[in-house]
C-alpha cells in the first residue's frame, strides 16, 4: 500500500519560477492537507481541502495555490517562489474530525 | 485559537533509560484529541499515539505512554526502555474535535537522542 504519495522529493528553484507540488492518496481520504515544516516552529498548515471540491486556508496561504483534483489528489502550487518559501512540505490526509492523519514522505524544496 | 507548547528543544537519554517529553496546550475546545508523532531522520511523519479528551485513561502503545493532564492541559509522553531507533524528532499535535475539519495544530518539536 502506497498511502499518500509526494512528487517530487526534492527539488531547487529560481527565485520567481513557478512549481507544483503533486500529492496522491490511496487510502478513500476525505480530507487533505499541505504543511510545510521550518527549524524551530514545526509543521504548520498553508491549505486544506476538507472534501472533494472544497479547499480553505490555514496559517500561512500567502504565496501559495492548491487544486483538489480529484479524491485521490491535492496539489500546491508555488506562482513565483520566494527564498521565504524554502521548506520542508508534508502532504497528509485522513477520514475527518477525530482520526490521525497519515502524511507523506516529503519534499525538500530549495528556492535560491 | 488554538496553540501547543513544547518546552524542551532537545532532550537526550541513555539507552534503555526512561525519558518524558513535555507537551502543553491552549484551548476553551471541550471536544479534542491530543497526538505524538514521532520524525525519524528519513523526514517520516509516523504516529506514535492518540488521546480523546473525554477518555480519562491514559492512552498507551508498547513502551510509549501519556500523561494526560486536561485541567492543567499538559499532555506528556514517556518513553520507557529506550531504543536507539527512538531518536528522533517528537510532535505533540491538538486536533479540534468540533467543525469536522480534522486540521492538525503542531507544537515546535523536541529533539530525542538516545545514546549507547
Known amino acids: 500500500n502506497a498511502g499518500v504519495t509526494q512528487t517530487p522529493k526534492f527539488q531547487v528553484l529560481k527565485t520567481g519560477q513557478s512549481m507544483t507540488l503533486q500529492c496522491a492518496q490511496d487510502m478513500n481520504h476525505n480530507s487533505m492537507y499541505w504543511y510545510r515544516q521550518d527549524p524551530g516552529m514545526g509543521l504548520r498548515l498553508i491549505y486544506y481541502s476538507a472534501s472533494e471540491g472544497t479547499t480553505d486556508k490555514g496559517e500561512v496561504p500567502n504565496g501559495y495555490n492548491v487544486s483538489r483534483l480529484n479524491k485521490r489528489e491535492f496539489s500546491l502550487r508555488l506562482e513565483s517562489a520566494a527564498p521565504s518559501q524554502t521548506s520542508v512540505y508534508f502532504c497528509a490526509s485522513n477520514v475527518p474530525s477525530n482520526q490521525p492523519q497519515h502524511f507523506g514522505d516529503g519534499t525538500r524544496l530549495s528556492i535560491l | ?116
Open chain 2, 1 to 116: 485559537a488554538q496553540t501547543v507548547t513544547q518546552s524542551q528543544p532537545e532532550m537526550s537519554v541513555q539507552e534503555a533509560e526512561t525519558v518524558t517529553l513535555s507537551c502543553t496546550y491552549d484551548t476553551s475546545e471541550s471536544n479534542y484529541y491530543l497526538f505524538w508523532y514521532k520524525q525519524p531522520p528519513s523526514r517520516q511523519m509516523i504516529l506514535v499515539i492518540r488521546q480523546e479528551a473525554y477518555k480519562q485513561q491514559n492512552a498507551t502503545e508498547n513502551r510509549f505512554s501519556v500523561n494526560f493532564q486536561k485541567a492543567a492541559k499538559s499532555f506528556s509522553l514517556k518513553i520507557s526502555d529506550s531504543q536507539l531507533g527512538d531518536t528522533a524528532m517528537y510532535f505533540c499535535a491538538f486536533m479540534n474535535g468540533s467543525g469536522n475539519t480534522g486540521k492538525l495544530i503542531f507544537g515546535q518539536g523536541t529533539t530525542l537522542q538516545v545514546k549507547p
